[in-house]
Each structure stands twice: as structure tokens, then as C-alpha cells.
């Protein structure tokens, strides 16, 4: 009978993997994404007319200006001193619809006369940073584009 040899494959000490082609993948994987995604802003971008010390007769508006006030605790009120309205009052709600509404209605009766809605905000020094850009968004969802902040409002 012949014997027969079993050889036994040697193996490396050192067993080296090339990735240098899934590197190449990767970054071909990122380029895609990066190429195919989409940024979406989310906030709306408003013009904003910073308000004068002391305005000249040519800055006076010709209709008159809805007041919006934002509250500490997040409360949001439209026009001054009697006529002032108590709107959305709910902080957890990021909707504002009755303010919506109010906005809706200004600015349609302001482009009926065919001038430009103006708005004046007056936002507390302690109310949220999210609750002025709700009002901002409000805004935007309206058309009203000229908008000013102002500390003149009185309660």
C-alpha cells in the first residue's frame, strides 16, 4: 500500500484583512447620503423693521398696528389696555390657534384695505425663546412679513 502524506496548510503568524476597498465604499455610502438628503428649514425667515426712537413722520404706519403681548408664564395677549385679548395660554401646545385665527382675520381686513399688516411684539424679558418663534411661525403661516419687537406696550 502507497502512504500517503497529509500535508497541512501553513498558517500566516500575521493574517492581514485589506479594507482599503471598504473604505472606499464607505465613503462612497456618505457621499450618497450627503448628495440625496434634503435640509428642510424649520423656521420661516421674517424681514424684521428694528422700531426707531423716535420715528419720522414718513415711518408712521397707515393702519393701526396689532399689539402682540408674550407673557412670562408663556401667555399671549393681542391689543392694549381695554381692548386687550387673552389668546392661546396653553405652553405645552406649540399651535396657536386662536392667535391664528386673530392674525388670519387682521390680515385679510389689512389687504382688503390693500395696505400691509404690521405687527409690534412685545415679549417679556422671561418669556421662553420657543414662545416668541411660535408667534414668529404664526406669522409666517398668515403671510404678515412686517413685524417689529418693541417694550413700548403697556398693559
Known amino acids: 500500500m502507497a502512504r500517503h502524506?497529509?500535508?497541512?496548510?501553513?498558517?500566516?503568524?500575521?493574517?492581514?484583512?485589506?479594507?482599503?476597498?471598504?473604505?472606499?465604499?464607505?465613503?462612497?455610502?456618505?457621499?450618497?447620503?450627503?448628495?440625496?438628503?434634503?435640509?428642510?428649514?424649520?423656521?420661516?425667515?421674517?424681514?424684521?423693521?428694528?422700531?426707531?426712537?423716535?420715528?419720522?413722520?414718513?415711518?408712521?404706519?397707515?393702519?393701526a398696528p396689532l399689539f402682540i403681548r408674550i407673557e412670562p408664564n408663556g401667555a399671549i395677549f393681542t391689543g392694549i389696555g381695554a381692548n386687550q385679548l387673552a389668546m392661546d395660554s396653553d405652553t405645552s401646545a406649540r399651535e396657536l390657534p386662536l392667535l391664528l385665527a386673530q392674525l388670519d382675520m387682521y390680515a385679510s381686513t389689512a389687504r382688503a384695505a390693500k395696505e400691509t399688516p404690521l405687527v409690534q411684539i412685545h415679549a417679556d424679558d422671561d418669556a421662553s425663546q420657543q414662545r416668541v418663534i411660535d408667534v414668529l411661525n404664526a406669522l409666517s403661516k398668515v403671510d404678515i412679513k412686517t413685524v417689529t419687537f418693541t417694550d413700548l406696550v403697556t398693559n
Do not use: W
Open 5 to 63: 502524506r497529509k500535508y497541512e496548510a501553513q498558517e500566516d503568524a500575521n493574517p492581514e484583512l485589506d479594507i482599503s476597498s471598504l473604505i472606499d465604499v464607505c465613503f462612497l455610502l456618505l457621499i450618497y447620503f450627503l448628495v440625496t438628503s434634503t435640509i428642510t428649514p424649520r423656521e420661516t425667515d421674517l424681514g424684521m423693521a428694528l422700531p426707531a426712537a423716535n420715528p419720522t413722520p414718513q415711518e408712521q404706519p397707515e393702519i
